[in-house]
C-alpha cells in the first residue's frame, strides 16, 4: 500500500502503436508506472488511506507480480531479479526487531503515516518509537528512541 518505489518502473519506450486498455500509446511514447496511484485507489483498494494490515488476510494478494493492484517488485519481463532476496532480508529484518525487541510509539511524537515523494517513498515525519529488548530480567529497560528516516 505505501510502495517504496512509487514510480514502478524506470521510463520505457513504446516503440510500437499499441494500446493499454482503451487508450493508444503512439509509437516513442515514454511511459511509467504510478504504483502509488493504484495503491491509493479506492476503486482498487477501500479506505486505502486506513492502516488496515487485516485487508491481506480477507483478500489473498499476490506481491510477486501477478496481481497489478499490489506490484512493489514490478511485474513482465523487466520485474525486479531480486525479489525473493528483498522479501527474504525484509521479513528476517522484521522478524529479528521484534523477536528481539517491544516497540512502543514515542509518547512525544505520534506516529504519522503521511508519505514525502522522492525518488523512493519516505515518510513526511520520522518514526520515532521506544525499544525494550525482550531478553532483560525486567523488560522495561528503556533502550533507545529510535528515530527512524523523514523528509
Ligand atoms: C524490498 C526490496 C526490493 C524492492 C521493493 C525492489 C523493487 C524493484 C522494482 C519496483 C523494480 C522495477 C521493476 C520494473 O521495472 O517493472 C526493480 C528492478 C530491479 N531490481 Fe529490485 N527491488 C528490491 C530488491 C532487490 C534486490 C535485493 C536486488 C538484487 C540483489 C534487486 C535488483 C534489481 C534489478 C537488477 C532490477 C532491474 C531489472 C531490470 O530492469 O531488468 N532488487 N526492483
Known amino acids: 500500500m505505501h510502495p517504496p518505489g512509487p514510480l514502478l518502473s524506470w521510463a520505457r519506450l513504446a ?5 493499454v486498455g482503451p487508450h ?4 516513442g511514447t515514454t511511459a511509467m508506472v504510478n504504483m502509488w496511484a493504484i495503491t491509493h485507489d479506492d476503486k482498487v483498494w477501500p479506505e486505502p488511506g ?5 485487508r491481506f488476510l480477507e483478500d489473498d494478494v499476490a506481491i510477486m ?3 497489478l493492484r ?3 517488485f514490478g511485474s513482465g519481463r523487466r520485474v525486479c531479479p531480486g525479489k525473493a532476496m528483498g522479501l527474504a532480508t525484509v521479513q528476517l529484518w522484521l522478524a529479528q526487531l521484534l523477536h528481539n525487541f517491544e516497540w512502543t510509539a514515542s509518547h512525544n511524537h505520534a506516529v504519522d503515516l503521511s508519505e514525502c515523494l522522492k525518488l523512493s517513498m519516505e515518510m513526511k515525519q520520522p518514526l520515532i518509537c521506544k525499544a525494550f529488548p525482550r531478553t532483560t530480567s525486567t523488560n522495561q529497560e ?3 528512541d529510535f528515530g527512524g528516516f523523514g523528509c
Open 50 to 54: 486506513k492502516f488496515r494490515p487485516e
Open 15 to 19: 516503440i510500437h502503436d499499441t494500446c
Open 65 to 67: 507480480g501477478s496481481d
Open 70 to 72: 499490489l506490484a512493489p
Open 142 to 144: 528503556r533502550v533507545s
Open 24 to 27: 493508444f500509446v503512439p509509437a
